[in-house]
């Protein structure tokens, strides 16, 4: 069966809006960078499919968790991006009120319950919220999305072990771009596949085509439906390209060539959504030009946002801490020099 064949005219076009704002969201990101006002970032050009495909699945009450490159699965999820501009700027109207940066978004209200620069941290986490899910009676679906550098992370087989034991209703995504930093897939993942992983513990593993949302939409689909009847976890590898180096100084070309460069580019997932659109006659091109616009409008105003919004207070560096600031007990402390 062709792929996208029932996926109705407004799933489609928030596929393609979302992934157009992601992308115009990174743009922005790298030239905030480029002008000294935010670091570390990590793009997530060319891997926009990926998360749009799954959240397109997902209520607001499911649980997403992303690592260091999780810009992407934060709009997809529906992270208001004036908030999240503010906060990779350090603004206190942010989503975590300046202190977490690029790499800790989080939005507990959209279900995003946060990224994480240690390599594989969430993995557990997810498992967990979906272990309280499963204890409470709940059907809500935890995803958690990783790199192929993640793949040989403990921490993601013991997790894998237990959802697999107690059918929890969680979906790993392995995001396989390729590149662990510099290091090839090839080098770092014995057996040539993260996905065939899933047998051994007992639940399916699915290889789908990060490129294209429509695939991603797919075998997202039947990985929620498998998590909300209560049959248990899926592990789905998605195989796509980050188009830009691991952060913003690294240069890719030390460690890959420009054909294979070329060759991924050639398969954009926003171009190749934009042509089903149009063939399909969901949708003409002033429709899609209008929300490509209404996109980078979005994007511009998120960026004023950030810029006209205040850095956090002084105080702000002792509240949300361990305790109330409120109870003064960090006040004293740092009064006394101590």
């Given amino acids: 069966m062709a792929k996208g064949i029932g996926i109705d005219r407004r799933t489609l076009l928030w596929m393609?809006?979302?992934?157009?704002?992601?992308?115009?969201?990174?743009?922005q990101c790298k030239r905030e960078a480029d002008a000294g006002k935010l670091s570390g970032m990590h793009s997530s050009v060319g891997q926009e499919a990926v998360p749009t495909g799954i959240c397109a699945h997902l209520r607001t009450d499911d649980y997403v968790l992303g690592n260091h490159r999780s810009h992407h699965h934060c709009i997809a999820k529906g992270v208001d991006i004036n908030e999240m501009m503010a906060e990779l700027l350090g603004k206190v109207t942010g989503t975590n009120r300046g202190k977490g940066g690029t790499m800790?978004?989080?939005?507990?209200?959209k279900g995003m319950l946060g990224a994480n620069g240690v390599v594989g941290s969430n993995i557990p986490v997810t498992t967990g919220a979906a272990l309280s899910a499963k204890l409470k009676g709940e059907d809500t679906v935890s995803v958690v999305f990783f790199g192929d550098g993640a793949s040989g992370q403990g921490a993601l087989h013991e997790s894998m072990n237990l959802a697999g034991i107690w059918k929890l209703g969680v979906i790993f995504v392995c995001e396989n771009n390729r590149y662990a930093e510099a290091t090839p897939f090839e080098y770092s993942v014995a057996g040539g596949s993260i996905a065939a992983r899933a047998?051994?513990?007992?639940?399916?593993g699915v290889r789908a085509d990060g490129q294209d949302v429509l695939e991603m939409y797919e075998v997202a689909g039947e990985a929620v439906r498998r998590?909300?009847?209560?049959e248990g976890p899926t592990l789905i590898e998605a195989q796509?390209?980050?188009?830009?180096?691991?952060f913003g100084a690294d240069n890719p070309l030390l460690y890959r060539s420009e054909e294979e460069e070329a060759r991924y580019r050639a398969k954009d997932c926003i171009a190749g959504l934009s042509a089903h659109i149009l063939e399909?006659?969901?949708?003409?091109e002033a429709e899609l030009s209008a929300i490509d616009e209404r996109a980078l409008a979005a994007v511009t105003a998120a960026s004023r946002f950030a810029d006209e919004s205040a850095f956090p207070e002084d105080r702000e560096l002792f509240a949300d801490v361990y305790n109330d600031y409120?109870?003064?007990r960090f006040t004293r402390h740092a009064e006394s020099g101590a």
Avoid: N
């Fill in 104 to 109: 800790h978004i989080a939005d507990i209200g």
């Fill in 240 to 246: 796509t390209y980050r188009y830009l180096g691991h």
């Fill in 280 to 284: 399909e006659g969901v949708a003409g």
């Fill in 16 to 27: 393609y809006e979302t992934m157009v704002t992601i992308r115009r969201f990174e743009e």
């Fill in 199 to 204: 047998a051994g513990y007992g639940f399916p």
């Fill in 227 to 230: 998590a909300r009847a209560g």
């Fill in 326 to 328: 409120a109870s003064g």
